[in-house]
């Protein structure tokens, strides 16, 4: 009964099931794809050059004064990685990106270490997107920011459940979101940049620049231009970067797209790349004419500008709520590539076999649960403070980018395929690119957090590894080699026992039905008054089978009857033993109460050679009731 309540509860929050022929309705097409799949990529311009300036504001006027090259050189690199991964898609269709491109073209270690950088990418992508909405939440209702961290974790429930329904139930839910984005974000663009040409929009001067900065940033304003060294400038670039996570996402998704799958998601790429640079490129632009700075938990660069440009109206307010919506779309992309990458990694052996594993709705449910707790763990220790959230956050994209570019011109190598030269001279100029960001990244925030994923990734790594290592030797265990057959040819049951009750009187009528060479009833007893008790019922209800009494004085079950059990097991070397453990049922309120030792019981026997358990359930509460006998004592079979 409560089961059924919770399979209804159940399919009320996430839907009923699916088969597994459906699995091919749960296609996305291009519209949706883009939505869903590229959602993180276009969600980072609401974060990526407010990060430049930030970093920049450091020097004042003088720093801002490089956010427009900055900008060009992270579009330049956008589009250097979009052709890598056009060709990527089309080489490895059936998805994995970054991790099949390298494991299959660089090996194992090299495999698992691109890996590891996207899985801690995509646990990122939630964190910081999350918390990145919700700052936007609180730019416009301020009297919501004590409670950031609560509001995090609304959110990533919320798309957790969301995921739970199944790719296309969440497309069809977070699809327009994005693309009312891209309309307030162009409209903010164009609205912004005519409103300069007219002369009617406030420009902030460089004074009044420098005089907000020093205050940001607790330094004399004539020391402002002085901090202006290459560093800086370094840092700038590094953390303006992160408008390039998500680039990746299409092409380790690719089997999620309509036939033909690989066409589908180069268009939806190329048209990704174009909307994402646009979009960066005109609030780089905007920002600098205006002469927008940002200060750290301040309202946020974009609101600043909306501000500007539609004053504290509705127009305002819909460029806010769209930019919560689709910073939490770019947490569902992670949401929609994670559990993929997981099950591709968990297919080869290197994560547990549980995140292979379709739910209910024919979604890798088991990694959408993962990720929520683990983004949700990140936001409750970072407070949701998006800050000190980015410095984390590239490393591992960039990772991924060089691994998967490296592979590529590998691959190139490999299968000489028309045009190979062209193609693996791209990814060679890419490898290049994104290996010296990643450098960079490190080197000029390495004391921000962003040493934490550089060594969180080669002990992700030995963890893989280990786990392949485990299941290497599981394989090895069960695979039949010719002429394998099971020595053991006799059967010995055990039947455990602690005083007559119908629960015992079941199990022991279950041994004997499967007929085994011997049967054995085993108790034990702490004491000579415990041991006559039991005695003296096996007696009274004259059990038709030996009862063996195994003395314990300290009131210890598992290791004497283990003992037992090795005792047997050397006299009988031919032979198979199975325990038979009588168990009650109950309900699962009240089930804690009952079988506490033979959970304990049979969690050890389960690691012991040449031993089966099984348990003989009795169900308390239930209507069924044997019928009437003669002689309800006499077990039947036993003869007088």
């Not at 998805?95 to 270490?113: F, K």
């Not at 798309?159 to 739970?164: F, I, S």
């Not at 076999?353 to 683990?374: C, D, E, M």
Request: include cysteine; hydrophobic fraction near 50%; proline fraction near 5%.
């Amino acid at each position: 009964m409560a089961r059924l309540r919770f399979d209804r509860l159940k399919a009320a929050v996430v839907g009923a099931p699916l088969p597994t022929s459906a699995h091919a309705e749960e296609r996305l097409n291009n519209a949706e794809a883009l939505a869903i799949l590229s959602s993180d990529a276009l969600s980072s311009v609401a974060y990526a050059t407010q990060e430049i300036v930030l970093v920049l504001g450091m020097a004042g006027a003088a720093g801002l004064a490089y956010t427009l090259p900055i900008t060009g050189l992270i579009v330049a690199l956008m589009v250097i990685v979009a052709i890598s991964y056009r060709q990527t898609i089309k080489a490895y269709p059936r998805g994995g990106g970054s991790y099949r491109v390298s494991h299959e073209n660089l090996g194992d270690v090299t495999g698992l270490v691109a890996g590891a950088a996207l899985s801690i990418d995509y646990v990122l992508t939630v964190a910081v997107s999350t918390a990145a909405g919700i700052a936007a939440l609180t730019s416009y209702f301020p009297a919501l920011g004590p409670y950031r961290v609560l509001l995090c974790l609304v959110a990533l429930a919320l798309l957790m459940v969301a995921n739970l329904r199944g790719v296309r139930s969440s497309a069809q839910l977070l699809s327009l979101p994005t693309y009312v984005f891209m309309v307030a974000v162009f409209a903010l663009v164009i609205g912004g940049l005519v409103r300069l040409a007219h002369g009617d929009l406030q420009v902030l001067q460089a004074s009044q620049q420098n005089l907000l900065m020093a205050e940001e940033h607790g330094v004399p304003v004539q020391q402002l231009g002085a901090a202006l060294t290459p560093v800086l400038l370094m840092r700038a670039f590094s953390s303006g970067c992160a408008a390039l996570t998500g680039i990746e996402a299409i092409s380790d998704s690719v089997l999620a797209f309509r036939p033909t799958e690989w066409r589908n998601a180069r268009r939806v790429l190329t048209v990704m790349v174009l909307m994402l640079a646009l979009m960066f490129s005109g609030i780089s632009v905007l920002a600098h004419q205006v002469g927008a700075v940002y200060q750290e938990h301040g309202p946020t660069l974009l609101y600043q500008l909306g501000l500007a440009v539609f004053g504290n109206g509705p127009l305002l307010l819909v460029l806010q709520l769209a930019t919560l919506l689709i910073l939490l779309l770019a947490a569902n992309t992670a949401y929609a590539d994670f559990p993929r990458l997981a099950s591709i990694i968990a297919r080869d052996g290197f994560l547990p076999r549980q995140f292979f594993n379709r739910g209910a709705r024919l979604v890798f449910s088991n990694g959408v649960i993962f990720l929520a707790v683990i983004a949700s763990g990140l936001i409750v220790a970072f407070k949701g403070d998006i800050s000190k959230l980015i410095p984390l956050y590239a490393f591992g994209v960039f990772t991924g980018f060089t691994l998967s570019q490296s592979g590529m011109v590998r691959h190139h190598l490999r299968h000489k395929n028309p045009r190979w030269q062209l193609g693996a001279t791209i990814n060679a100029i890419g490898a290049a690119t994104t290996g010296l960001i990643a450098v960079i990244v490190v080197v000029s925030k390495f004391t921000e957090g962003a040493w934490i994923p550089a060594i969180l990734i080669p002990f992700m790594v030995l963890g893989f590894r280990q786990i392949g290592k485990h299941y290497a030797r599981g394989r090895k265990v069960v695979t039949v080699e010719p002429g394998y057959w099971p020595r053991r040819e006799t059967h010995t049951m055990i039947v455990l026992v602690g005083g007559i009750n119908k629960g015992v009187l079941h199990g022991i009528q279950y041994a004997r039905s499967l007929n085994p060479d011997r049967i054995l009833a085993v108790t034990v007893a702490s004491d000579d008054e415990d041991r006559k008790r039991i005695e003296q019922q096996w007696r009274d209800f004259r059990v038709p089978i030996d009862l063996h009494t195994i003395y314990s004085p300290f009131r210890e079950l598992t290791v004497p009857v283990l003992r037992f059990i090795d005792e047997l097991d050397e006299k009988h070397a031919d032979d198979i033993i199975t325990v038979v453990i009588p168990e009650f049922v109950t309900s699962w309120r009240t089930q804690w109460l009952h079988n506490g030792s033979a959970f304990a019981l049979k969690a050890r026997l389960l690691h012991h050679p040449h031993t089966a358990v099984v348990s003989v359930p009795l169900h308390m509460g239930s209507d069924e009731e044997e019928p009437e006998s003669p002689e309800p004592t006499v077990p039947a079979g036993r003869k007088d």
